[in-house]
């Protein structure tokens, strides 16, 4: 089984910044990409950013100049370091690993972490 665990979450003014990390533990071989969702109350889960094996990155717009994703493979931890916030970026944030299994390969997510930015 594979777990990941979130950390960093928290409450910031806007302008502010946060930390969020992401571990990944557990029985696998690899993990291919990474990433983090969003989801803001009455809103659908986003895609907020999302980086691969070999260092791919992309974001959404809305985050692109302020947020930056990273991750480090020998720990299988992915890092999302939150600049500039806006109130906007309100909402609970789960990352997402998928994870090669001797079964093929599988996707999974974390609990989620609040992150309530103020104005």
């Known amino acids: 089984q594979v777990q990941l665990a979130e950390s960093g979450g928290g409450l910031v003014q806007a302008g502010g910044s946060l930390t969020l990390s992401c571990a990944a533990s557990?029985?696998?071989?690899?993990?291919?990409?990474m990433g983090w969702f969003r989801q803001a109350p009455g809103k659908q889960r986003e895609l907020v950013a999302h980086?691969?094996?070999?260092?791919?990155?992309s974001y959404t717009d809305s985050v692109k100049g302020r947020f930056t994703i990273s991750r480090d493979n020998a720990k299988n931890t992915v890092y999302l370091q939150m600049n500039s916030l806006k109130p906007e970026d309100t909402a609970v944030y789960y990352c997402?690993?998928?994870?090669?299994?001797?079964?093929?390969?599988?996707?999974?997510w974390g609990q989620g972490t609040q992150v309530t930015v103020s104005s």
């Open positions: 997402y690993a998928e994870v090669n299994l001797r079964t093929g390969v599988e996707d999974y």
């Open positions: 980086i691969t094996s070999g260092g791919r990155i």
């Open positions: 557990g029985s696998f071989f690899s993990i291919n990409a």
